[in-house]
């Protein structure tokens, strides 16, 4: 009996079989990689806009020069001072003229009481409209008051008389009434709250009312009597 060899050699052939076969899928394996060489992304072009037209010129933002132009500079607000304008501030008049300064298109006032705000009556300079705690014992609660003399208001009326209603106080001056060109004056701080022009022919007539003196005056309503 002879000894059994340490290897078997039927075993070799399915070894060299199997290493045969590992060598070939290694070699079918890099040769895939190698011929497929990785490509790299495609980046797509922006597009920019381009004026193809050769005759389209453009013209550059002007800058501010240090000195501006007649076109560079803001328009300005232009106009002629109100005439007849409550609230409108100007210097005192020095003398009173018999002549009317105050331009007044207004209506004539028939007989009647009329409140201090009425359309009808002018005012001119720095005559303030108050409407406050300390007017609503006024006629329907508003005043005008002057604290510049020179300061006037105009109206006319169609009557025989007017009563001029006023708030009187310590710091109240002295005002003239003009009516027709003739001077009336009264003050403020008299007792009372009205002051009656006299009797006047059948008519209509043009009065102007000016702060004379002293530190405030108003107007509270007229009364136009026929």
Do not use: C
Not at 167 to 194: C, K, L, W
Not at 198 to 224: A, C, F, K, M
């Amino acid at each position: 009996m002879q000894p059994r060899p340490s290897f078997d050699r039927e075993l070799l052939i399915p070894i060299v079989v199997g290493v045969v076969s590992i060598l070939g899928l290694a070699w079918i394996f890099l040769a895939n990689y190698r011929s497929e060489a990785p490509i790299p992304p495609t980046v797509e072009p922006t597009a920019i806009p381009f004026d193809s037209s050769p005759f389209v010129t453009r013209t550059p933002r002007p800058r501010p020069s240090a000195t501006p132009t007649l076109e560079e500079m803001p328009p300005t607000a232009t106009g002629t001072s109100p005439v007849a304008y409550p609230g409108y501030p100007g210097p005192p008049s020095e003398t009173l003229s018999s002549a009317g300064t105050l331009i007044s298109e207004s209506q004539p006032l028939p007989s009647g009481k009329y409140d201090d705000t009425d359309p009808n009556i002018a005012y001119d300079r720095h005559w303030t409209y108050r409407m406050n705690s300390g007017t609503k014992y006024a006629y329907r609660g508003t005043l005008h008051t002057s604290d510049s003399i020179g300061n006037e208001l105009s109206f006319h009326f169609t009557g025989q008389r007017i009563l001029l209603g006023y708030q009187r106080g310590r710091s109240f001056g002295t005002v003239t009434v003009m009516i027709d060109g003739e001077p009336y004056r009264f003050h403020q701080q008299a007792f009372g709250n009205i002051w009656r022009s006299p009797q006047l022919s059948p008519g209509t007539h043009s009065v102007r009312i000016i702060h004379e003196s002293g530190q405030s005056v108003n107007l509270d309503y007229i009364e136009v009597v026929g």
